[in-house]
């Protein structure tokens, strides 16, 4: 098997979580259960009331507590965010963010050795390994190091999409980032902050923005730059790399696009629309798209 790849990922932080009601506190507020085993991790969010996106994250247990994977930007925000709920829990919460690196792996033959809590991502297994490891610890023996953009690459081709890279934090919903599709909601949990508006979505169906896999044969614009299909909006580009994008459409709208076989732009940009391979949702039927 070919060597593996590995890089550290500057654009994110670490915030910890610990005390005696760390596990309690965590699971009335975000919208999966945190790991009860030391080493396993998972992908989560914390919503606003309403049930919109404010910091997606990987959450691992280790032994010092929960260390979260979020972006560097947004991780004193967190932090704060986690000290207003706290009230009177037993709940120590810290930016770890200068001391700690997150690093990402994928293509090897068995998972880095490195110093830190190491885990398979949650969100999904081709997307490799993550760690959190002290900041100017060494690289893994056997994976070679490249440079953040080559794991960007990797991500969009898996069709993954990344808060506050690929989407604006307030602005989506779960199911329009395909939190529910990367283990990311729990809707058998007990109740959290948003839960009734997501529950909703998930059980009446209403969630029609996806993120989909875009492929174009010209340069592309930039992340946030309009889908049209003719004079009609369907929805925003995400990051891309090469001929490869994300893009958060209207799985209806674009639907009926590609049915009448009308070109979808991205400034002058042609894309072609594909559902990433791990997708449980589907392009809606032809009739139900018209009659959206």
Same mark, same amino acid.
């Given at each position: 098997?070919?060597?593996?790849?590995?890089?550290?990922?500057?654009?994110?932080?670490?915030?910890?979580?610990?005390?005696?009601?760390?596990?309690?506190?965590?699971?009335?507020? &975000?919208?999966?259960? /945190? #790991? =009860?085993?030391?080493? !396993?991790?998972? %992908? @989560?969010?914390?919503?606003?009331?309403?049930?919109?996106?404010?910091?997606?994250?990987?959450?691992?247990?280790?032994?010092?507590?929960?260390?979260?994977?979020?972006?560097?930007?947004?991780?004193?925000?967190?932090?704060?965010?986690?000290?207003?709920?706290?009230?009177?829990?037993?709940?120590?919460?810290?930016?770890?963010?200068?001391?700690?690196?997150?690093?990402?792996?994928?293509?090897?033959?068995?998972?880095?050795?490195?110093?830190?809590?190491?885990?398979?991502?949650?969100?999904?297994?081709?997307?490799?390994?993550?760690?959190?490891?002290?900041?100017?610890?060494?690289?893994?023996?056997?994976?070679?190091?490249?440079?953040?953009?080559?794991?960007?690459?990797?991500? &969009?081709?898996?069709? /993954? #999409? =990344?808060?506050?890279? !690929?989407?604006? %934090? @307030?602005?989506?919903?779960?199911?329009?980032?395909?939190?529910?599709?990367?283990?990311?909601?729990?809707?058998?949990?007990?109740?959290?902050?948003?839960?009734?508006?997501?529950?909703?979505?998930?059980?009446?169906?209403?969630?029609?923005?996806?993120?989909?896999?875009?492929?174009?044969?010209?340069?592309?614009?930039?992340?946030?730059?309009?889908?049209?299909?003719?004079?009609?909006?369907?929805?925003?580009?995400?990051?891309?790399?090469?001929?490869?994008?994300?893009?958060?459409?209207?799985?209806?709208?674009?639907?009926?696009?590609?049915?009448?076989?009308?070109?979808?732009?991205?400034?002058?940009?042609?894309?072609?629309?594909?559902?990433?391979?791990?997708?449980?949702?589907?392009?809606?039927?032809?009739?139900?798209?018209?009659?959206?």
């Amino acid at each position: 098997m070919s060597e593996g790849q590995i890089t550290q990922l500057q654009r994110r932080g670490t915030v910890a979580v610990g005390g005696e009601d760390a596990a309690k506190f965590l699971n009335d507020l &975000i919208t999966v259960d /945190v #790991p =009860e085993t030391v080493g !396993d991790a998972r %992908y @989560g969010a914390l919503l606003n009331p309403q049930g919109k996106i404010l910091f997606d994250f990987i959450v691992v247990h280790t032994a010092e507590g929960f260390l979260f994977d979020l972006p560097r930007a947004a991780a004193a925000d967190f932090a704060r965010r986690l000290g207003f709920y706290r009230l009177r829990a037993k709940v120590d919460v810290a930016d770890l963010t200068a001391d700690r690196e997150i690093v990402a792996a994928w293509g090897g033959a068995a998972p880095p050795l490195l110093d830190g809590a190491v885990y398979v991502d949650p969100r999904l297994p081709a997307l490799g390994y993550r760690g959190i490891v002290p900041a100017g610890a060494d690289m893994a023996a056997g994976y070679a190091e490249v440079r953040p953009e080559a794991y960007d690459a990797h991500r &969009i081709a898996l069709g /993954v #999409p =990344e808060g506050s890279v !690929d989407f604006a %934090y @307030g602005d989506a919903y779960p199911h329009d980032v395909d939190m529910d599709q990367l283990a990311g909601v729990d809707f058998k949990k007990g109740c959290y902050v948003g839960q009734e508006v997501v529950s909703r979505m998930q059980h009446r169906g209403t969630g029609r923005r996806r993120f989909v896999v875009a492929t174009a044969t010209a340069p592309l614009p930039a992340p946030g730059t309009p889908l049209t299909a003719g004079p009609a909006s369907i929805g925003t580009l995400g990051s891309s790399s090469g001929p490869n994008a994300l893009a958060l459409v209207r799985l209806d709208r674009a639907k009926v696009a590609i049915d009448a076989g009308t070109p979808i732009t991205a400034g002058d940009s042609v894309l072609t629309l594909s559902l990433p391979s791990w997708a449980h949702f589907d392009w809606p039927a032809a009739a139900a798209a018209a009659d959206a």
